[in-house]
């Protein structure tokens, strides 16, 4: 069974950082391109970022990028989110997904990040 | 960036009844994707590739269109049925969603 476990959310200030984490297990991770994606309260979904089996090659919307960095470690089945300047803006549920093609194929249970003061 | 538009952006159908929503894109993509997000849950991928079910997805549900134009269909709505659908396309960078439609009970 795939699941994906998300973890590392919580209260920041704006202009901090915070580093998401996602498990992964029940398939063979490093054969995946994997995601997050985000969902701002009572809103609709934004994809945040993508990158490929071997992390070699990363994509992100205007909207983060410079400020967030995916990356992953194969060996520990794990993906990361590393968000910088973080802005009111992005407070959202933020979601793993693991990618089939081009379509989010399995999500996590999502994690809250709130930036406020 | 492509621009996913839905509609409509709620609706309400009654148990039997068929529904139809739609997703408009501001420039072709190759594919459509749907998902169905139901109240506080996580999104869950439904129909991909514009026309194929995801697993476990009830028959009753279809997927169709080209270009700039597509809908998902449901034959008969049923009580389970209650969701957000949200389509997404992975042709072009940046990958978007549309707004989403929500489909409630009558």
């Known amino acids: 069974e795939v699941q994906l476990v998300e973890s590392g959310g919580g209260l920041v200030q704006p202009g901090r950082s915070l580093k998401l984490s996602c498990a992964a297990s029940?398939?063979?991770?490093?054969?995946?391109?994997m995601a997050w994606v985000r969902q701002a309260p009572k809103k609709g979904l934004e994809w945040v970022a993508t990158?490929?089996?071997?992390?070699?090659?990363?994509y992100y919307p205007d909207s983060v990028k410079g400020r967030f960095t995916i990356s992953r470690d194969n060996a520990k089945s794990s993906l990361y989110l590393q968000m910088n300047s973080l802005k009111s803006e992005d407070t959202a549920t933020y979601y793993c997904?693991?990618?089939?093609?081009?379509?989010?194929?399995?999500w996590g249970q999502g994690v809250m990040v709130t930036v406020s003061s | 960036e492509i621009v996913l538009t839905q509609s409509p952006t709620t609706m309400a159908a009654s148990p039997g009844e068929k529904v139809t929503l739609t997703c408009r894109a501001s420039?072709?993509?190759?594919?459509m994707h749907w998902y169905q997000q139901r109240s506080g849950a996580s999104p869950k991928l439904w129909i991909y590739e514009t026309s194929k079910l995801a697993s476990g997805v009830p028959n009753r549900f279809s997927g169709s269109g080209s270009g700039t134009s597509y809908s998902l269909t449901i034959n008969s709505m049923e009580t389970e049925d209650a969701a957000t659908y949200y389509c997404?396309?992975?042709?072009?960078?940046?990958?978007?969603f549309g707004g989403g439609t929500k489909l409630e009970l009558k």
């Open positions: 990158i490929s089996t071997s992390g070699s090659r990363t």
């Open positions: 997904a693991r990618l089939n093609y081009g379509d989010f194929d399995y």
């Open positions: 420039s072709s993509v190759s594919y």
């Open positions: 029940g398939f063979t991770f490093s054969n995946y391109y």
């Open positions: 997404q396309q992975g042709s072009s960078y940046p990958w978007t």
